[in-house]
């Protein structure tokens, strides 16, 4: 089983409507760490050996936040800053996260059609990423396709409900090693439904060999 | 029946003492009512276990007051005390001189002759500063309007000691008594004999002697004391302290209570007052204990029953003419009406200095043996009636006429119950609800300040009057169904007292604690307090902060090392909190975080892995990458 590590980042989630669905929704899983990082550290006074401890403790690193500005909110790029040491993430001997899978899960206010070539925000949200996929790829570590919730805006409760459902699919079959990860990786980018990217339960043992 | 051996004395008064006072604390009357009780039961009127040599015990244990007023001392700053020199000046002397002339005027219309009644009236005008600040220690009203004038009137009677002392041998009939020389007023000290400019310059002198000492002597010898680590050499040090300084007073004819006085504000700003104050705490609580003991036994019951009339007459027309006086006295210095009460109904008693006064004055005749034992009954008995009198003024005329203390009745009437307690509404627990006032949070207050009550309640605020750490109190505010309790006392003890009573009574309670000290912060943790908050910390910080910046720092530099500082320090806290009672491995743990800190703080750790900043230090990356072409990430 994967262990999971849910570094979760809102500023404001006490006005959220789809983040405090999805939140609800893996909160509790099986061989999940769901750490509240705006609650952790309100002063953006992070904890450098906490937090290494618990990379160091899980498999998989999901970032779960709302898109702001193209990119993380700000308590998340200051995580970056502090945690990812040189000689510990990176460079010739930052080994420590080497091998460990990353997953972010977003969401955007804008609805898909505004992210692409000739769209309203001209690119695409994973080309938008890039800097955050690189970040991790630099560490050594699989940057798997973000999750992504598109159109949050004046998003339905019964919508939201319903990627949600998709979100903590995902992440019981990453925990399971039911994702069929080869499908995935060739994805820009993972939406509900997800079901067709998860393989059923007896098939599950493929995936040791694939760490 | 009551046989001798100190051990066997100790017994009949320790045994009482357990016994009575837990039971009258029970059933809310306060231990000084408990001691009293426990001392009339052993006394030679009831069980009849100590006998006549309660006087001696009362002498011992007058001690206790010394004691008391040392610690009293230490509380207070000599600014204070300065800042209070109006009332004890102005009011302590309207008060000892106009009850003086009502009392005489009494005395006169009993028949007595005009030197004797002025005799009784000054004997009768003092207070009893054991009762009355104990009492209101306990109940935690000192810092009040009408605790803090109390002590002025008590603080001037002490020093009108002196030369009431030296008035009565003038008062002696012409040509009667031992000798009626001024200076036989005090015949075993250095003064004896002396003109009376230079006893004067004795008496500064000595004052003098105590401030000097306090402020150059003190320090080192306390410090060379506590290097030996003996934590009973400490304790022999501050009672040998305590000691001199009553001795020195004594010798020099004045009040050996003033003395120890002095030296505790002399001592106010010591870096070891709170050591001190732990150290002597228990004696002062035993010897006064012991004191109050005393008088209940030497309350001469037989005198009582020979003329119940006249004893009683005279015990109520004392105490009504002493509380009439004292409550026009408040009204004129500007006090509420509450507080009066408060301030008429404690000082309303004749004090422990009459047993001197009145010997004295028999001693020189001024005052005859039967007259004498019957005031002296008189002033037991308003004595031990001055907690009861201060128990009825608190739960019967302050409810009907005063600031009310709302109880079960108005808590019913309560619909909506807040989810926060507040004990305290002093300018730190006052923050605290004003933010959760700004947030749509509404507070329940529990004061002791009836002024600041009266004030908030005309400023709409939800608030209840009383001492918080009263479960019945806590249960008409509300504390079965609120959430969490603020413990934002000036006192620590009764900080203490009211974790104790919510965790009883109260354990859904979380409760959040201010605490003044570091000392106060380990008890509060030690206590099980989880939330306790170093009232000094946040606003140090900022100020070192600010401190950095303007000497050139960057702003963020200086406020993350603060930020480093601050969860190094709260962590060192609650581990130090958990080993302060070994001596040795404190002080050696202590500096070992000092140091930690320090080396964090300059960086010397960064190889540790403890250099918590080093993700915007590129050093390590400059010593990797620094020369050649990389795809180095900025």
């Given at each position: 089983?994967?262990?999971?590590?849910?570094?979760?980042?809102?500023?404001?989630?006490?006005?959220?409507?789809?983040?405090?669905?999805?939140?609800?929704?893996?909160?509790?899983?099986?061989?999940?760490?769901?750490?509240?990082?705006?609650?952790?550290?309100?002063?953006?006074?992070?904890?450098?050996?906490?937090?290494?401890?618990?990379?160091?403790?899980?498999?998989?690193?999901?970032?779960?936040?709302?898109?702001?500005?193209?990119?993380?909110?700000?308590l998340l790029k200051q995580w970056f800053d502090l945690v990812l040491q040189h000689g510990w993430a990176y460079g010739s001997e930052g080994t420590a996260l080497a091998g460990k899978r990353v997953l972010c899960a977003l969401?955007?206010?804008?609805?898909?059609?505004?992210?692409?070539?000739?769209?309203?925000?001209?690119?695409?949200?994973?080309?938008?990423?890039?800097?955050?996929?690189?970040?991790?790829?630099?560490?050594?570590?699989?940057?798997?396709?973000?999750?992504?919730?598109?159109?949050?805006?004046?998003?339905?409760?019964?919508?939201?409900?319903?990627?949600?459902?998709?979100?903590?699919?995902?992440?019981?079959?990453?925990?399971?090693?039911?994702?069929?990860?080869?499908?995935?990786?060739?994805?820009?980018?993972?939406?509900?439904?997800?079901?067709?990217?998860?393989?059923?339960?007896?098939?599950?043992?493929?995936?040791?060999?694939?760490? | 029946?009551?046989?001798?051996?100190?051990?066997?004395?100790?017994?009949?008064?320790?045994?009482?003492?357990?016994?009575?006072?837990?039971?009258?604390?029970?059933?809310?009357?306060?231990?000084?009512?408990?001691?009293?009780?426990?001392?009339?039961?052993?006394?030679?009127?009831?069980?009849?276990?100590?006998?006549?040599?309660?006087?001696?015990?009362?002498?011992?244990?007058?001690?206790?007051?010394?004691?008391?007023?040392?610690?009293?001392?230490?509380?207070?700053?000599?600014?204070?005390?300065?800042?209070?020199?109006?009332?004890?000046?102005?009011?302590?002397?309207?008060?000892?001189?106009?009850?003086?002339?009502?009392?005489?005027?009494?005395?006169?219309?009993?028949?007595?002759?005009?030197?004797?009644?002025?005799?009784?009236?000054?004997?009768?005008?003092?207070?009893?500063?054991?009762?009355?600040?104990?009492?209101?220690?306990?109940?935690?009203?000192?810092?009040?309007?009408?605790?803090?004038?109390?002590?002025?009137?008590?603080?001037?009677?002490?020093?009108?000691?002196?030369?009431?002392?030296?008035?009565?041998?003038?008062?002696?009939?012409?040509?009667?008594?031992?000798?009626?020389?001024?200076?036989?007023?005090?015949?075993?000290?250095?003064?004896?004999?002396?003109?009376?400019?230079?006893?004067?310059?004795?008496?500064?002198?000595?004052v003098l002697a105590i401030i000097l000492a306090g402020r150059f002597l003190l320090q080192p010898l306390f410090r060379a004391i506590a290097r030996t680590g003996l934590r009973e050499l400490f304790t022999a040090t501050a009672?040998?302290?305590?000691?001199?300084?009553?001795?020195?007073?004594?010798?020099?004819?004045?009040?050996?209570?003033?003395?120890?006085?002095?030296?505790?504000?002399?001592?106010?700003?010591?870096?070891?007052?709170?050591?001190?104050?732990?150290?002597?705490?228990?004696?002062?609580?035993?010897?006064?204990?012991?004191?109050?003991?005393?008088?209940?036994?030497?309350?001469?019951?037989?005198?009582i029953a020979r003329s119940p009339g006249l004893v009683f007459a005279l015990t109520g027309a004392l105490i009504v003419a002493k509380l009439l006086v004292l409550l026009i006295l408040g009204r004129l210095f500007k006090l509420?009406?509450?507080?009066?009460?408060?301030?008429?109904?404690?000082?309303?008693?004749?004090?422990?200095?009459?047993?001197?006064?009145?010997?004295?004055?028999?001693?020189?005749?001024?005052?005859?043996?039967?007259?004498?034992?019957?005031?002296?009954?008189?002033?037991?008995?308003?004595?031990?009636?001055?907690?009861?009198?201060?128990?009825?003024?608190?739960?019967?005329?302050?409810?009907?006429?005063?600031?009310?203390?709302?109880?079960?009745?108005?808590?019913?009437?309560?619909?909506?119950?807040?989810?926060?307690?507040?004990?305290?509404?002093?300018?730190?627990?006052?923050?605290?609800?004003?933010?959760?006032?700004?947030?749509?949070?509404?507070?329940?207050?529990?004061?002791?300040?009836?002024?600041?009550?009266?004030?908030?309640?005309?400023?709409?605020?939800?608030?209840?009057?009383?001492?918080?750490?009263?479960?019945?109190?806590?249960?008409?505010?509300?504390?079965?169904?609120?959430?969490?309790?603020?413990?934002?006392?000036?006192?620590?003890?009764?900080?203490?007292?009211?974790?104790?009573?919510?965790?009883?009574?109260?354990?859904?309670?979380?409760?959040?604690?201010?605490?003044?000290?570091?000392?106060?912060?380990?008890?509060?943790?030690?206590?099980?307090?989880?939330?306790?908050?170093?009232?000094?910390?946040?606003?140090?910080?900022?100020?070192?902060?600010?401190?950095?910046?303007?000497?050139?720092?960057?702003?963020?530099?200086?406020?993350?090392?603060?930020?480093?500082?601050?969860?190094?320090?709260?962590?060192?806290?609650?581990?130090?909190?958990?080993?302060?009672?070994?001596?040795?491995?404190?002080?050696?743990?202590?500096?070992?975080?000092?140091?930690?800190?320090?080396?964090?703080?300059?960086?010397?750790?960064?190889?540790?892995?403890?250099?918590?900043?080093?993700?915007?230090?590129?050093?390590?990356?400059?010593?990797?990458?620094?020369?050649?072409?990389?795809?180095?990430?900025?």
């Amino acid at each position: 089983m994967q262990r999971i590590l849910i570094l979760f980042a809102h500023p404001a989630f006490e006005t959220s409507r789809v983040h405090r669905r999805l939140a609800a929704a893996v909160e509790g899983l099986p061989g999940t760490t769901f750490r509240d990082l705006y609650e952790a550290y309100p002063d953006f006074d992070v904890d450098v050996e906490r937090e290494q401890a618990l990379l160091v403790e899980h498999d998989l690193i999901v970032l779960q936040h709302p898109v702001f500005w193209y990119s993380v909110p700000p308590l998340l790029k200051q995580w970056f800053d502090l945690v990812l040491q040189h000689g510990w993430a990176y460079g010739s001997e930052g080994t420590a996260l080497a091998g460990k899978r990353v997953l972010c899960a977003l969401s955007t206010g804008g609805r898909k059609e505004a992210y692409r070539h000739g769209g309203h925000n001209r690119f695409t949200l994973r080309e938008l990423l890039a800097p955050i996929e690189q970040t991790f790829v630099l560490c050594g570590m699989e940057y798997l396709p973000p999750f992504v919730v598109h159109g949050a805006h004046g998003m339905k409760a019964p919508e939201i409900e319903r990627h949600a459902r998709a979100y903590r699919k995902l992440l019981e079959a990453l925990s399971a090693g039911r994702l069929d990860l080869a499908a995935a990786r060739h994805l820009p980018q993972i939406e509900a439904p997800v079901d067709d990217l998860i393989r059923p339960a007896a098939g599950g043992d493929a995936e040791g060999s694939d760490r | 029946m009551h046989g001798g051996g100190f051990f066997y004395q100790a017994l009949i008064y320790l045994a009482a003492a357990v016994v009575t006072v837990p039971i009258a604390k029970r059933l809310g009357l306060g231990s000084v009512l408990g001691y009293l009780l426990a001392g009339v039961a052993i006394g030679p009127f009831a069980l009849g276990l100590v006998g006549e040599e309660g006087q001696d015990v009362l002498h011992f244990a007058e001690f206790g007051v010394v004691l008391m007023l040392f610690l009293i001392g230490l509380e207070l700053e000599p600014s204070r005390v300065w800042h209070l020199r109006g009332p004890i000046l102005g009011l302590g002397g309207l008060q000892v001189g106009l009850t003086t002339c009502v009392l005489a005027a009494i005395a006169l219309g009993f028949g007595l002759d005009w030197r004797v009644a002025l005799a009784v009236g000054v004997t009768l005008a003092l207070s009893s500063t054991a009762i009355v600040l104990q009492t209101l220690d306990e109940k935690g009203l000192l810092a009040t309007g009408g605790g803090q004038s109390s002590f002025a009137v008590l603080l001037f009677q002490d020093i009108a000691v002196i030369p009431i002392l030296a008035l009565m041998p003038l008062l002696a009939a012409p040509g009667v008594g031992p000798g009626a020389t001024p200076g036989a007023s005090h015949d075993d000290t250095w003064v004896a004999g002396l003109p009376g400019w230079a006893e004067t310059l004795v008496v500064l002198a000595a004052v003098l002697a105590i401030i000097l000492a306090g402020r150059f002597l003190l320090q080192p010898l306390f410090r060379a004391i506590a290097r030996t680590g003996l934590r009973e050499l400490f304790t022999a040090t501050a009672l040998l302290l305590v000691i001199a300084t009553a001795v020195l007073m004594a010798k020099v004819g004045v009040s050996p209570a003033l003395g120890t006085f002095l030296a505790g504000v002399v001592l106010a700003r010591s870096e070891y007052r709170h050591e001190l104050e732990t150290d002597i705490q228990p004696f002062k609580g035993l010897l006064l204990g012991l004191f109050f003991m005393a008088i209940g036994a030497g309350i001469d019951f037989a005198l009582i029953a020979r003329s119940p009339g006249l004893v009683f007459a005279l015990t109520g027309a004392l105490i009504v003419a002493k509380l009439l006086v004292l409550l026009i006295l408040g009204r004129l210095f500007k006090l509420s009406f509450d507080q009066t009460l408060l301030f008429g109904f404690s000082l309303a008693q004749a004090g422990e200095f009459a047993f001197v006064l009145l010997s004295f004055a028999v001693r020189y005749d001024v005052v005859g043996e039967n007259l004498a034992a019957t005031l002296i009954a008189v002033v037991a008995l308003t004595m031990a009636a001055t907690p009861v009198l201060m128990l009825l003024n608190e739960r019967l005329v302050q409810p009907r006429f005063g600031t009310r203390e709302r109880t079960g009745r108005e808590a019913d009437e309560i619909d909506e119950l807040n989810p926060v307690i507040i004990a305290g509404f002093g300018s730190f627990g006052a923050i605290v609800g004003r933010l959760l006032r700004a947030n749509g949070v509404s507070a329940t207050v529990l004061d002791l300040d009836s002024d600041r009550v009266d004030l908030l309640r005309k400023l709409g605020l939800k608030v209840f009057y009383g001492d918080a750490s009263r479960p019945d109190l806590l249960h008409a505010a509300g504390a079965g169904k609120a959430r969490l309790l603020v413990l934002a006392l000036d006192r620590v003890e009764k900080n203490l007292e009211l974790v104790e009573t919510a965790k009883k009574h109260f354990p859904q309670l979380t409760i959040l604690a201010r605490a003044r000290s570091r000392a106060e912060a380990y008890e509060l943790l030690e206590a099980g307090v989880e939330h306790v908050f170093r009232d000094k910390l946040d606003s140090s910080l900022r100020l070192g902060v600010e401190a950095l910046r303007l000497l050139g720092f960057r702003a963020h530099h200086a406020h993350r090392a603060a930020q480093t500082f601050r969860r190094h320090d709260e962590k060192a806290v609650r581990e130090l909190a958990t080993m302060r009672h070994d001596h040795s491995l404190y002080l050696s743990t202590a500096r070992e975080r000092i140091e930690g800190l320090e080396a964090l703080l300059r960086g010397d750790l960064a190889d540790s892995g403890e250099m918590r900043d080093a993700g915007w230090d590129p050093e390590t990356l400059r010593q990797e990458y620094g020369g050649r072409k990389t795809d180095e990430p900025e």
